[in-house]
T-cell receptor, first 114, second 111 residues
């Protein structure tokens, strides 16, 4: 299995609070991604990174920010959590150029916002 | 915008039979298509990649076809086993920022 660790694995918090999710990889892969998975929607890309300090928006980036200060760590922050951000969040990594490269996923963070 | 449909939310099949899952897409011309397996409480796991210039790809009991005219991919599991029970996702690319996933088909193989 690819070395990807997501933390925390579960979190319950209240509307309006800031939340940070962490993805840590031991594969030295260049590309890292954050997705959310909701019933009826499949996996949707939030943000991705193509190198240290290099990030870009995905399909559903509103309300989220990311940072990548080291190759191995990719942080996802919800500045002021809303109930619509209740979801399962997955981090993924891929090596080399992105064309056709498989993505390797962590086991997700289940986030509930009350 | 692009749309990806996987044939059904759930598919039940008898052990030993061939399971066939469908992925249809519209408003998109992918350069490649990937299939993933996802077990409950786990992240997706990559299974197979097929490119637009390939008609078929095989890996052990798995076979994927890709018909760019019909805008469809078929994913087959031959001699299915209860351990094959999982949700299977198709994903279309290219690009790091536009890999589009379908909602998945939950396969149950009945002993």
């Amino acid at each position: 299995d690819a070395g990807i660790t997501q933390s925390p694995r579960h979190k319950v918090t209240e509307t309006g609070t800031p939340v940070t999710l962490r993805c840590h990889q031991t594969e030295n892969h260049r590309y890292m991604y954050w997705y959310r998975q909701d019933p009826g929607h499949g996996l949707r890309l939030i943000h991705y990174s193509y190198g240290v300090k290099d990030t870009d928006k995905g399909e559903v980036s509103d309300g989220y920010s990311v940072s990548r200060s080291k190759t191995e760590d990719f942080l996802l922050t919800l500045e002021s959590a809303t109930s619509s951000q209740t979801s399962v969040y997955f981090c993924a990594i891929s090596g080399g150029t992105p064309e056709g490269q498989p993505q390797h996923f962590g086991d997700g963070t289940r986030l509930s916002i009350l | 915008s692009q749309k990806i449909e996987q044939n059904s939310e759930a598919l039940n099949i008898q052990e030993g039979k061939t399971a066939t899952l469908t992925c249809n897409y519209t408003n998109y011309s992918p350069a490649y298509l990937q299939w993933y397996r996802q077990d409950p409480g786990r992240g997706p796991v990559f299974l197979l990649l097929i490119r637009e210039n390939e008609k078929e790809k095989r890996k052990e009991r798995l076979k994927v076809t890709f018909d760019t005219t019909l805008k469809q991919s078929l994913f087959h599991i031959t001699a299915s086993q209860p351990a094959d029970s999982a949700t299977y996702l198709c994903a279309l690319g290219p690009g790091a920022n536009n890999l589009f996933f379908g909602t998945g088909t939950r396969l149950t193989v009945i002993p």
